[in-house]
């Protein structure tokens, strides 16, 4: 009981810290740590929320297995010998703290609600520094972290899901100071907080790729505005051979991140390339919630127009005509909301011309994070899951069109 508390504690406390710089979020986190405790009460108590009786149990009985019953220095030395090398590490993070207070189930949902609640406060952050202070789109769209379905559910569970979500936010916060500042150290935390997802789930790898493109473009155009043009190619030449240790090195992480090297980058040709990516994915295309089997690709060719149309089944399935089971409604009710939301952007496609650099790094990394995620998934199960890990970037850059068709529509 004394667990409980205390878990449930830091929480409060960290609201508390929180509203004493910006009280105006502090009323969302609210309502967010209310919102999540009565999930957890109805997971705990009563029926189980999507993925509560499989994943989550599944990582939380690993954390015991994995040495929860071990005293912290021998579970460290485990951890250091065994867990960076397996899937599991997040089970690992959590025997650490079964090793000091226990086996309680409640203590990781309640860490996992905690980095929820940060991802909330990062998201109202994140918010004002790309839309100039606006403080009312920003509570908005920390509204929005909160409350959105797919986000709310894993936010309550012992899974990788919120930390996930936690450090790509964090990491987003640290470029997009970078972007303002130019200054090297944000640069370098962007980076460090983005390393995490090798150990929690490696495709968010795509993250750091981008970070450094988008590094070496801003120093570019720092430099030729800084120079005359024709000095500009002699500064090129200068950091000619850093462009090459950099491209080596993207490479090389692509070809090694889940997801991406699936696509057998190293084929030796393109219809090989589409051989291998069929095998690959047609395993994932099992059960009521698989996506249609026209979707896999047999040739290069197809492999190319299917990839939009993949990205919209990931986006907006299950579709109403997919409806199978009672299960399947809560994910057919956030794909809705999500797919009128990607359509707003798309069809604001005449704005991108006016966004700021933020904001262009923000649609990059959705894109990015979106064709990863959706030519690496198979069934709407799953994608569920993984637009908890991402899908708030899409909210964030259609937020100013949604507040203020809702503030329209209160003043009708």
């Known amino acids: ?17 929180i509203s004493y710089y910006y009280k105006n979020v502090s009323i969302v986190l609210v309502y967010a740590l209310i919102s999540k405790l009565f999930l957890v009460i109805i997971n705990n108590y009563f029926f189980y929320i999507i993925d509560g009786n499989m994943d989550a149990l599944s990582f939380e009985r690993k954390a015991w297995e994995y040495g929860g019953y071990l005293d912290t220095h021998q579970l460290i030395n485990k951890l250091i010998s065994e867990g960076f090398h397996t899937t599991y590490f997040y089970s690992y993070f959590c025997a650490l703290f079964y090793s000091f207070f226990g086996r309680n189930i409640f203590i990781l949902q309640s860490l996992s609600i905690f980095v929820s609640l940060m991802s909330i406060y990062l998201v109202y952050l994140i918010s004002l520094k790309i839309f100039d202070e606006n403080k009312k789109i920003s509570l908005f769209n920390s509204f929005l972290s909160a409350s959105i379905l797919s986000i709310f559910n894993y936010s309550v569970l012992s899974m990788r899901e919120p930390y996930v979500l936690m450090f790509l936010l964090l990491s987003l916060y640290f470029f997009l100071n970078y972007i303002q500042n130019l200054k090297l ?36 155009r720092f430099l030729s505005s800084k120079f005359k043009l024709k000095y500009l190619f002699l500064s090129l030449i200068i950091i000619f051979p850093t462009l090459l ?14 997801y991406i090297n699936e696509f057998a980058l190293k084929s030796q040709n393109l219809d090989q390339f589409a051989y291998n990516y069929k095998n690959n ?28 149309i993949r990205a919209i089944y ?19 009710i956030d794909s809705s909301f999500v797919l009128i939301c990607f359509t707003l952007l798309v069809f604001e496609i005449n704005k991108f011309k006016h966004y700021n650099k933020m904001q262009t790094l923000i649609l990059i990394l959705l894109i990015s994070l979106l ?40 003043n009708e």
């Open 1 to 17: 009981m004394l667990n409980v508390l205390f878990f449930s504690s830091i929480n409060f406390l960290l609201i508390i810290i």
């Open 245 to 258: 240790l950099f491209t080596d090195f993207l490479y090389y992480l692509l070809i090694k991140v889940p």
């Open 314 to 332: 990931f986006i907006g399935s299950p579709f109403i005509w997919e409806l199978k089971k009672f299960d399947h409604i809560i994910p057919f």
């Open 281 to 308: 994915i047609i395993l994932k295309h099992k059960g009521l919630a698989s996506f249609p089997l026209f979707l896999i690709p047999y040739n290069f060719i197809e492999f190319i127009y299917l990839t939009p």
């Open 371 to 410: 064709l990863v995620y959706s030519l690496g998934t198979g069934n709407f199960g799953t994608a569920f899951r993984h637009k908890s890990k991402f899908i708030i970037l899409l909210f964030i850059l259609v937020s100013p069109s949604l507040f203020n068709f809702l503030k329209f529509k209160k």
């Open 185 to 220: 150290r944000y640069f370098i935390l962007a980076i460090i907080f983005s390393l995490p997802h090798y150990f929690l789930h490696a495709p968010m790898l795509i993250t750091l790729v981008i970070y450094i493109i988008y590094f070496i473009y801003l120093n570019i």
